[in-house]
């Protein structure tokens, strides 16, 4: 498994098309905007630093979603994140 993961990433750096990669903050969703856009906009933050044939077949976008457990806050934070693997447990 670790092998796998050392040359996926490996694999993506070098054969990434993004040469110069500019800071881009990560898009949080609106608070009335739908998951599909909010997703949308997400990837396309991110191809703007990286983007390979590794991206295109083995990255996907996984949801987040943070809320502030103290009842006078009400902050809830949802954003979607990149990645290339998930580990689950076998039983």
């Known amino acids: 498994q670790e092998l796998a993961t050392y040359l996926l990433d490996a694999l993506h750096e070098d054969t990434n098309r993004v ?14 905007e739908s998951d599909d856009n909010a997703a949308t906009k997400a990837w396309a ?5 990286e983007n390979s ?6 990255m996907g ?14 902050k809830v934070s949802t954003t979607f ?8 447990p076998i039983p």
């Open 19 to 32: 040469t110069k990669k500019p800071y881009v903050e990560k898009p949080e969703q609106g608070e009335n």
């Open 61 to 74: 976008q996984i949801k987040s979603r943070v809320q502030c457990p103290h009842e006078s806050c009400n």
């Open 45 to 49: 933050s991110h191809l703007k630093r």
């Open 53 to 58: 044939r590794i991206l295109e077949n083995c």
């Open 81 to 88: 994140d990149p990645f290339m693997y998930l580990s689950v």
